[in-house]
C-alpha cells in the first residue's frame, strides 16, 4: 500500500512546507542550529520545485522566505494576568506576520525551551509590561503601549 502524497499546495499545505516551518520557527526560538540545517536540507532538496514552479507550493516559498528573511519575534515582559501584558502579547500577534513569534515572559524569569539570548537584556522598565521587537541579534527599543507596539512590528 502507498499513501498518496502531493507534491504541490493544494486545499491542504504541502505537510514537507509545514514541518519545514515548524523547524525554522522552533530551531530559531530554541537556539537549535541542528533544526535550522534540517529545514535549510529540506529547502535545498526542493529549490527546484521552487523555482520552476513558485505559485504551486506557496507553503514552501513561505519557508524560502522565512529562512532568508529570519523570524522576527515580540518579547512582552510583564506578568501574564496583568491586561497591559494582554494587550501587548495581543496586538503584537496582529501586527506581527503568521512565522514570526511572541514570547510573554514574567519578569527575571527564563521560559524553557527559549533561548535565553531572546530574553538576555529585556526587562519591565519601571515595572510596567514593556515589548521588544526583536530580529537576529538586534531588537527594538521598549514599547509600552499596543500603538507603541505596533510601529515596531
Do not use: K
Not at 532538496?45 to 506557496?58: D, G, K
Not at 500577534?93 to 524553557?112: A, K, M, N, Q
Amino acid at each position: 500500500m502507498v499513501r498518496p502524497r502531493s507534491d504541490h499546495d493544494g486545499a491542504t499545505p504541502d505537510s514537507a512546507a509545514l514541518a519545514t516551518l515548524g523547524l525554522l520557527r522552533v530551531g530559531s526560538l530554541a537556539g537549535r542550529s541542528d533544526l535550522i540545517e534540517i529545514a535549510e536540507s529540506v529547502l535545498r532538496t526542493h529549490s527546484a520545485r521552487l523555482a520552476r514552479s513558485p505559485e504551486a507550493v506557496p507553503s514552501l516559498a513561505r519557508a524560502a522566505w522565512l529562512a532568508e528573511r529570519g523570524i522576527r519575534v515580540a518579547i512582552v515582559v510583564g506578568r501574564p494576568q496583568d491586561t497591559g501584558t494582554r494587550a501587548l502579547a495581543a496586538r503584537a500577534r496582529v501586527e506581527l506576520r503568521p512565522e514570526d513569534g511572541v514570547i510573554v515572559v514574567e519578569p527575571d524569569t527564563s521560559p524553557v525551551g527559549v533561548d535565553p539570548a531572546w530574553i538576555l537584556g529585556r526587562n519591565a522598565v519601571d515595572g510596567r509590561p514593556t515589548a521588544y521587537v526583536c530580529h537576529r541579534t538586534e531588537c527594538s527599543l521598549p514599547a509600552f503601549s499596543p500603538d507603541e507596539l505596533a510601529l515596531l512590528c
